[in-house]
């Protein structure tokens, strides 16, 4: 029967850095500048580890120098708040990014203020956030993983304009920004999240289903329209005895069920993640453009 086809976010992304590197050894060749980013991670998680380097890796091969700073699971907010401040003021660093979730005695809200809007290649600052929230305002930056959701539905030829679309879930870092996105883009945008009673009932209307959830498999087959267009923001890790590394990376969708109803789908690993890398390269560009004038 009928399969939906699969959004390669893998071969977009490549694309994207594509793109990116040439640029950046172009910048190199005229002016002999190139852009830096700033990586700030306190403690030991093994995921933010893994984020970290893929992260670096990706700046590496497109020509992106980095600078990293770990600071121990324990440390002081003054001491973190020092460390940003010093990124704030390098002329050499063009994005910072503080890897979250930080440990609990440290306050991500006021970190995120510290961060310099013109640094913040997260977008995670509230001038930033708020730019983009505002209609006729413009943020300095748009946060990667809501950036790489429209990138991969304009690419896949997704018309979003008077579209309906639900966005599943709220978070700060992804469900918020990318339904503050969509908007910008014309969409009709619904939330569902946890308190949402009969969340399938809204999302079984929608055109567009966005998931950022954390939960694998919570989105049915039976939630989603015939011809939907998918695009699944989880990164679950879950248990996987067979696995080289005893787990494996699933998203929010159950991906066998929504083959079979959705019209387009990305799948998890290698949909929105490695686009989500190249969006934090281009604000990192960006923001180095700015500062070279
Ligand atoms: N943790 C999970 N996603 C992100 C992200 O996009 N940026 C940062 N800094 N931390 C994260």
Redesign the pocket.
Known sequence: GHTAAIIDGKSIARDIRFRIASEIRRAKAAIGKSPGLAVVLVGKRRDSEA?INIKLRACDEVGIATLIAELPENCAETELLDVVSGFNEDPSVHGI????PLPQHLDEEKIMTVVSPEKDV?GFHPLNMGNLAMRGREPLFIP??SKGCIELLLRFGVEIIGKKSVVIGRSK?VGLPTSFLLQRHHATVSTVHAFTKNPEQITSQADIVVTDVGIPNIVRGNWLKPGAVVIDMGTNLVKDPNSRRGFRVTGDVCYEEAIKVASAITPVPGGVGPVTISMLLSNTLDSAKRAFG
């Open positions: 984020y990014i503080v890897q979250l997260d990667c993983a870092i």
